[in-house]
């Protein structure tokens, strides 16, 4: 049993191909998919404004920072996730990256797919 839910993607090589097992080649990529992680882009101001802090001081309020995934259709992901990690730079635009961890029982969320992110702080 895999410690993991996930899906196994496109096989790398074709059957019959010779593979040296010493070079560490890929043979297919498992993608996680329960719990899936979200990134996406939050502008810096407005990461000051909702925490009080400067983003590297996020990771004191994780647990208080409930994330909510909506898909194209309005349907939104119940129940909500949380923030895991934050990028240590800014993007050109002044945005900080931000991955979330979600629960994904259905598969629901798969990579690429465009969603809405929503956070709401918790007492």
């Not at 996406?40 to 909702?50: G, I, V």
């Not at 119940?78 to 993007?91: A, E, H, K, Q």
């Amino acid at each position: 049993t895999a410690p993991i839910s996930g899906q196994i993607g496109v096989p790398e090589f074709d059957i019959g191909t010779y593979l040296n097992t010493e070079t560490g080649q890929t043979l297919a990529r498992i993608v996680q998919t329960d719990p899936v992680l979200v990134s996406y882009d939050q502008p810096y101001d407005a990461l000051l404004e909702m925490y009080g802090a400067a983003p590297g001081k996020i990771s004191d309020h994780y647990d208080q920072i409930a994330v909510r995934v909506a898909l194209a259709s309005g349907e939104t992901t119940s129940p909500s996730g949380r923030i895991v990690f934050t990028n240590n730079s800014l993007d050109d635009e002044g945005n900080l990256r931000i991955w979330a961890e979600l629960p994904n029982p259905d598969g629901i969320l798969v990579p690429g797919l465009p969603v809405s992110v929503s956070l709401r702080l918790e007492d």
